[in-house]
């Protein structure tokens, strides 16, 4: 049975990732942050099926103590602030966990178990305002803090796949959503409301920037990709998206129309949610993931926003 550890089991991607894993007959290992409120809800259907570890990307013997307790033929560093907007007013606390949380995992790993395969994600914010469908070959020009720090730790796993001989990957993922999706994101912001709307405990929702476009897809593939990519023999990098972008006002307008109601009636624009600096558009091209992995999105937009509504309408009535 392979064994794994995942950082950041409890955010959206760990859940998926750990779903997938356990299925697929992994023993598998997580780190859990402690927090005062539960912060393991995601993970709660796995209760008994993986083995939790206290630990966290700011405490290099935490980390020591979980990769020598799961002793992991993988190891997947999911965890970050990953909040773009709170990169800007957490710059210095952004770097210590993506930046220099992923330094000491590796070292960690290196150290301990340097066969292991290490999965690193990166973002597609590392690429900045980058125009045209993006690929591995794109320059980074970040345009926030957790973009900077991305790029480090990117460029850190690739010198240790050089320098150690490492099985190290980067998936360079675009924007992937779902029913798990952290609140704080403008998709799940979108559809939570729209649930609330329907459900009677809210009116109107403050949105930023309605013009952006971001490349969605659905986590659940996107989980799939990481694990295609430590399967390979060797490490690499890889551009994982569905290759089409929509405008944050599309997705409200179809978020709105799928429980029958009409965006522009409840939707308010709130400089709060604005960005110091944003990216207009952020469009991928998977062509390596698709003919290297063999790997290729399997829900579209629409599929994305009627799960979503579907499922977070039914969220609301239960709590309602
Ligand atoms: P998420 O829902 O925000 O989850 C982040 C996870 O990291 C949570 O489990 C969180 O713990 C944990 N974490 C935060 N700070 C930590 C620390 N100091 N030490 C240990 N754990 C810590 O993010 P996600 O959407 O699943 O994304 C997963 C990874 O992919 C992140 O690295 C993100 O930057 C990257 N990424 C995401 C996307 C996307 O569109 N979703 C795209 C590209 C790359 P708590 O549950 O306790 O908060
Ligand atoms: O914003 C605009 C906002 O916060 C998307 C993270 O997972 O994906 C995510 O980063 C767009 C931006 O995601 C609101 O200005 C408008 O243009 O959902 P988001 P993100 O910043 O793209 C990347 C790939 C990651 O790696 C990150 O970890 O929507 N927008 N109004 C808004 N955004 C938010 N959050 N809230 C609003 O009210």
Redesign the pocket.
Known sequence: MPTALV????????SWLADLLVERGYEVHG???R?SVD?RHRIAHLEGRVHLHW????DADSLVRAVRAAKPDEVY???????VAVSFELPVHTAD??AL?AARLLEAVRTLCPEARFYQ?????MFGAAEGPISEDTPFHPRNP?GAA?VYAFHLCRMYREAYGMHVSNGI?????SER??EA?VTRKITRAVGRIVAGTQSRLALGNLDARRDWGH?ADYVDAMWRMLQRPEGGDYVVATGVSHAVRDFCERAFAAAGLDWREHVDIDPRFQRPMDIPDLVGDASLARETLGWAPTIDFDTLVGRMVAHDIELARKQA
Do not use: M, W
């Open positions: 950082t950041g089991i409890t955010g959206q991607d760990g780190i859990v942050r927090a912060n630990g966290d990307l700011t560093n999911l965890a970050a602030q990953s909040h966990v993506v949380g994600a990166s973002t597609s914010e957790y991305k993922l675009f924007n992937h959503e999706r952290g994101f986590a």
